[in-house]
């Protein structure tokens, strides 16, 4: 699987942008996805998931209702929505997928994935 991520630029504070996630393999539509972020100078952190054991979203505490997930079949994407951004959500972020069962429980652990995107930069500053 081979994904590229896309959609990330500089928005100002309060902003919105939407991250896509596309597979230029096989069909998304039964991964588990999951969304990662690295800041500079800090460790790569979890954002959020689709887990493909019970369809649910789950996201981390920082993301706080800001965040959704949006899935495009057609278009073999996923897609993270980002709402009402700050500066301290400036970060590269990272897409991945879990080919076999992604468990929500277990979604924030990187080694859960089986494939990651290249990064797209999200840089919020006015």
């Known amino acids: 699987v081979q994904l590229q991520a896309s959609g990330g630029g500089l928005v100002p504070p309060g902003g919105s942008l939407r991250l896509s996630c596309q597979s230029s393999g096989p069909s998304m539509t039964t991964f588990g996805i999951g969304w990662f972020r690295q800041a500079p100078g800090k460790e790569r952190e979890w954002v959020g998931c689709?887990?493909?054991?019970?369809?649910?979203?789950y996201f981390a505490d920082f993301v706080k209702g800001r965040f959704t997930f949006v899935r495009n079949t057609f278009k073999n994407s996923a897609y993270l929505q980002m709402n009402s951004l700050s500066p301290e959500d400036t970060a590269v972020y990272y897409c991945?997928?879990?080919?076999?069962?992604?468990?929500?429980?277990?979604?924030?652990?990187?080694?859960?994935?089986?494939?990651w995107g290249q990064g797209t930069l999200v840089t919020v500053s006015s």
């Open positions: 689709i887990s493909n054991k019970d369809g649910r979203p």
């Open positions: 991945a997928v879990d080919k076999g069962l992604l468990d929500g429980m277990d979604c924030s652990d990187p080694d859960e994935y089986d494939a």
